[in-house]
């Protein structure tokens, strides 16, 4: 015969435990004390097991009792999870939501989207920072929900894409770096001379890119942006970033911008595939948007 352990008996363990008594509980649950002095006993007796040592003045949880009353809770608290989760699916709310972008994108862009969507459900929130190729394949194979990353060449027909605006990109070196001796520094039989410095791009099944780093170049492959940076203000190389990335780096005199007219401007884009739209992914699209146009015009 099987034991069954419903989550009525669950819920007066636990309640015993945090009231200290069987009247204490039976007051906040609502019933008699003899009713859960029964229900108790007959589940002794359905499990085959002692929960309670009733030697002494008061009954106290035994081993084999705490154990009960702490797995117990866990499955309480699974239980409510999964409830609040069927809830927010049955109005339109996503349990989860990625959020992922190109490693050019400072994360902290992201965080007032933090709390806002806190207040409008219990959808849960990542950001995952990708780069180059990686940026698409995330969006193309569903591990990423939402993409804010440079606008593609092509966009694929199921994919909605919606200009956020531009962003500089410029060219950085240690001071002491010796490309800055150079006349024309960004020629690139220049450029050519110097170890570049790359974070490595994060697709998993598409052929990886390089950005900016010549054929026979001497390389150095970092795992994220703030590694790049770090290597460049370690002398390291030679590099492209992002200016929002660089800029704390420029103004301390850590790092200088190599050459007179550096700047690139990429178009960032927020990317979404058409399919699945939720309320979470939604209100985020509609957020980032707002943020930037904010950013604009500041």
């Not at 154990?67 to 809830?87: F, K, P």
């Amino acid at each position: 015969m099987n034991k069954l352990l419903s989550f009525e008996a669950l819920m007066v363990l636990d309640a015993i435990e945090r009231r200290g008594s069987f009247a204490a509980a039976s007051e906040e649950l609502g019933r008699a004390p003899s009713s859960l002095s029964y229900q108790v006993q007959k589940l002794e007796q359905d499990l085959d097991l002692v929960i309670f040592d009733r030697s002494g003045h008061k009954a106290v949880f035994t081993k084999a009792g705490h154990l009960l009353l702490e797995r117990g809770r866990m499955l309480l608290t699974a239980a409510d999870e999964m409830i609040a989760d069927a809830s927010a699916l049955a109005h339109g709310w996503e349990l989860d939501i990625t959020i992922a972008y190109d490693g050019l994108v400072k994360v902290d862009t992201f965080f007032p989207l933090v709390d806002g969507l806190a207040q409008q459900s219990k959808t849960r929130i990542r950001f995952q920072e990708e780069i180059l190729a990686g940026c698409w394949e995330a969006l193309a194979q569903d591990r990423a929900d939402i993409l804010v990353a440079p606008a593609p060449s092509v966009a694929p027909p199921e994919v909605k894409t919606q200009s956020l605006g531009t962003m500089d990109v410029i060219w950085l070196a240690h001071p002491d770096h010796p490309i800055h001796k150079h006349k024309y520094p960004l020629d690139p039989l220049i450029r050519k001379q110097y170890r570049g410095i790359a974070v490595a791009d994060t697709a998993r099944n598409l052929p990886p890119m390089t950005y900016n780093i010549l054929d026979d170049q001497p390389l150095l492959t970092v795992g994220s942006m703030h590694d790049k940076l770090q290597a460049l203000k370690a002398g390291l190389g030679i590099a492209t970033m992002s200016y929002c990335h660089a800029q704390d780096a420029i103004e301390s005199g850590e790092l200088v911008v190599i050459g007179d007219d550096p700047v690139q401007e990429l178009e960032l884009v927020i990317a979404w595939n058409r399919s699945r739209m939720g309320k979470a992914k939604s209100w985020c699209i509609q957020h980032i948007t707002s943020l930037w146009n904010k950013q604009a015009n500041h």
